[in-house]
Structure formats: C-alpha cells, structure tokens
C-alpha cells in the first residue's frame, strides 16, 4: 500500500527531479536511485512501478535531440541481449519477497558508488576494445536483468561504450535509445506480475510534471553545475540509501 501523506512527497519529488537530471543532463546512469529512494517509504515492487512510466516519460522527452546519433551495431545487439536479462529478472521478481529486493537494491547502489569512485580515480580500468557481438550480448543481459529489477541497467552499458571509445554524443544517444526500448520491454511484465496498480498509476499522475520539469532542468544543468559537484551528491545519496535499505532488509 501507498500512503500520499507529507512523507512520501518529501522523498518523492526529489527523487523524481533527480532521476531525470542526471538522465537529461549527466548520463551517469544513476537515475536508479530514485527508485532506492522510493523504497524507503513504499514496497520495493511500488517503486519500480511508479518509477518505470516516469523514467518512459523521460526517456520520451530526451530522446529527440540524440535521434539517430546512436551507435546502431552497439545499440542493435546489447537490445538484444536484453530481451533473455529481462525474462530472468521477471523470473527472480516473482520468486523472492520483498526484503529480498531491498537487499539487492542495496548492494547496487553501494556497488554503483564504488565503481565509479575506483573509475574516476583510476583504481578500477576500462580497457579498449572493439564492437564484438557476444561481449554486446552478455552487456544486454547484464543490463536488461538490473534495470529490471532496479532500473540500474547503466553501468554495464557504460563499460562497453566507454571500452570502445565512442564519442561523448554517441554515447548518450545510444544509452538514450537502449533504455528507452529496455523500458518498453519491462512494461509488459510489471503489468501481469501485478507491479502497476491504481495506485502506482496515482503516484505517477501526481509525479509526472516534476519529471518533465527535471528533464528540461538537466540539460540545462549540464552546461552550469560541474560533474564533479553533480556525482559527488549522487554517490552520498546513494550510499546513505544502499545502506539504510540493507539495514532494513537485514533486521
């Protein structure tokens, strides 16, 4: 159950705004942690069905200034890939509860700090290489499984595109493009493992201008506020919401 009270909002609205800044503006692939935060104060499966028809909104709202400046081979086959990372996730939804998903939550949004702390300050490499098929699936189904059971698909996809050297644009278009059709994927199994409801679709009506307005407010964010600003707040959120979710799935 969600209850609309003060509390909700509080984290809610933020939440919403930040998930689609760093979308819009930063491509850090940290929009998850909205979901983080939602399910500190909704159950892990709300979170992911409020925030999924947002993050679609999203994705719908920046897709058009990166229109066909994807990498197309990249893009074709991590979507691929995608498709069997969905169908696991989908599985490992309907067979564990709740605690279980605030765990695995958890874990992700500590991992996600720690690579990209070990990556910034060179600790942890990303080799070159070039485009191959296989290692394109195995990104796919990495990414597919985690988005779908925490919308935290970025960081696999970032490993690939970054090893491959692709530009700036390129890179934000393609995850632009991939996400926006992981999402489409995910929306049919959240609706028959009962993930959306009348109060999910509630959430998201009242939540829905804060995305619009984050999506707008990230791009131009993008050119004023430094990343290193940007990032060091994501990953104090980030830690303070892994940690607080793996405490109250563990007691």
């Not at 796919?140 to 935290?152: E, I, N």
Request: proline letters at 5%; a positive charge.
């Amino acid at each position: 159950m969600i209850t609309f009270d003060l509390l909700f909002f509080a984290l809610a609205i933020p939440a919403v705004l930040f998930a689609a800044i760093s979308k819009a503006g930063f491509g850090s692939g940290a929009a998850f942690a909205a979901s983080a935060v939602l399910a500190l104060v909704v159950p892990p499966g709300a979170a992911l069905g409020i925030m999924l028809p947002l993050l679609m909104l999203i994705d719908v709202t920046s897709l058009r200034p990166y229109w066909r400046k994807w990498d197309a081979p990249s893009s074709l086959h991590i979507l691929i890939g995608a498709v069997p990372g969905v169908v696991l996730g989908a599985f490992i939804y309907a067979a564990v509860n709740a605690d279980s998903f605030r765990l695995l939550i958890g874990v992700i949004c500590i991992a996600f700090v720690i690579w990209q702390v070990g990556r910034s300050r060179g600790i942890i490499r990303v080799g070159s290489f070039k485009f191959s098929r296989p290692w394109a699936w195995v990104t796919g189904l990495t990414a597919g499984f985690t988005s779908f059971v925490s919308h935290a698909g970025g960081p696999p996809v970032a490993v690939f595109l970054l090893g491959q050297n692709v530009p700036k644009t390129t890179y934000q278009a393609t995850t632009v493009i991939v996400f926006w059709a992981i999402n489409l994927m995910k929306f049919v199994p959240y609706f028959f493992l009962g993930i959306f409801n009348a109060q999910t679709a509630l959430a998201d009506l009242f939540l829905a201008p804060f995305a619009i307005a984050g999506t707008y407010i990230g791009v131009r964010a993008h050119n004023y506020v430094s990343d290193r600003v940007f990032f060091g707040l994501t990953y104090v959120l980030l830690l303070a919401t892994g940690t607080r979710l793996l405490w109250q799935a563990l007691t």
